[in-house]
C-alpha cells in the first residue's frame, strides 16, 4: 500500500521568509513519480512538479525548489523568500500504478505580509 | 487551451434527490479521474478511465454512486440518491496518461461543491 506523510498541518511565516515543506512516503514499488500540487483559497489544484524515483536531481524554478531524497523517502518543497500569494494548501502525492494519486494530507501555508 | 471543465460549479440539493456532476476533460487525454475532498478524508480517487473503459472504481463508496464516460470528451458521475454525507467537493482531473499512465501529471477541473441537505 502507498502512503504519504505531511508532517505539518499548518505553517505560518512571514513574507520573505523561506518555507520548508516535508513530505514523506512509502511505496514498495520501486517505480513511482512524485508530485506536488497548489490549491489556492480558490479552490482548484494547480500542478507543480513531477518527479520519478530514478531522478534525484533537485529542482528549482523561481522561488520554488524540490529536494528529493531516495534514501529517506522524502520529497521537500521549499519556497525561497514567501510571498503573499504563496499562500495555499500544498499537497504532496505518490503515483504508483496506472496513474491512481495518494495525496497526503496537505500542508496549510499562510504567509503574511 | 481550455483545462479541464466541471460543471455545475455548485450543487445545493435535498436528501433523496438525485444528483448529475458533468466534466469535459482536456482533449486528447487519454486519462479521467473522478476525485472527492472533504475535511475527513481528504482527497479521494472515486474512479478512473482510461480510453473511455472504467479501470478501477473501488474508490466508489457505494452503489448510489456511478459514473460513465461515454465518449472522449464527456463524463458523469451521479449519486443516487444522495445524502448529507455526501457533501464535497468533487473534481474531475485527466491526463495523457495511456500505458504508463502513472509517469504523467493530472491536471484538474475547477471543482463541484455539492451540498446536500
Known amino acids: 500500500a502507498q502512503k504519504v506523510t505531511q508532517a505539518q498541518t499548518e505553517i505560518s511565516v512571514v513574507e520573505k521568509e523561506d518555507v520548508t515543506l516535508d513530505c514523506v512516503y512509502e511505496t514498495r514499488d520501486t517505480t513511482y513519480y512524485l508530485f506536488w500540487y497548489k490549491q489556492p483559497p480558490s479552490g482548484e489544484l494547480v500542478f507543480l512538479i513531477r518527479r520519478n524515483s530514478f531522478d534525484e536531481q533537485n529542482e528549482i524554478s523561481g522561488r520554488y525548489s524540490w529536494n528529493f531524497q531516495k534514501s529517506t523517502s522524502s520529497f521537500n518543497f521549499t519556497i525561497t523568500a514567501s510571498q503573499v500569494v504563496d499562500s495555499a494548501v500544498y499537497f504532496c502525492?505518490?503515483?504508483?500504478?496506472?496513474?491512481?494519486?495518494?495525496f497526503g494530507q496537505g500542508t496549510i501555508l499562510t504567509v503574511h505580509p | 487551451d481550455a483545462g479541464v471543465i466541471q460543471s455545475p460549479r455548485h450543487e445545493v440539493t435535498e436528501m433523496g434527490q438525485e444528483v448529475t456532476l458533468r466534466c469535459k476533460p482536456i482533449?486528447?487525454?487519454?486519462?479521467l479521474f473522478w476525485y472527492r475532498q472533504t475535511m475527513m478524508r481528504g482527497l479521494e480517487l472515486l474512479i478512473y478511465?482510461?480510453?473511455?473503459?472504467?479501470?478501477?472504481d473501488s474508490g466508489m463508496p457505494e452503489d448510489r454512486f456511478s459514473a460513465k464516460m461515454p465518449n472522449a470528451s464527456f463524463s458523469t458521475l451521479k449519486i443516487q440518491p444522495s445524502e448529507p454525507r455526501d457533501s464535497a467537493v468533487y473534481f474531475c482531473a485527466s491526463s495523457l496518461g495511456d500505458r504508463d499512465v502513472s509517469s504523467y501529471e493530472q491536471y484538474f477541473g475547477p471543482g463541484t461543491r455539492l451540498t446536500v441537505t
Open positions: 482533449s486528447g487525454h487519454n486519462s
Open positions: 502525492a505518490l503515483s504508483t500504478s496506472y496513474g491512481k494519486l495518494t
Open positions: 478511465f482510461n480510453n473511455n473503459v472504467p479501470i478501477d
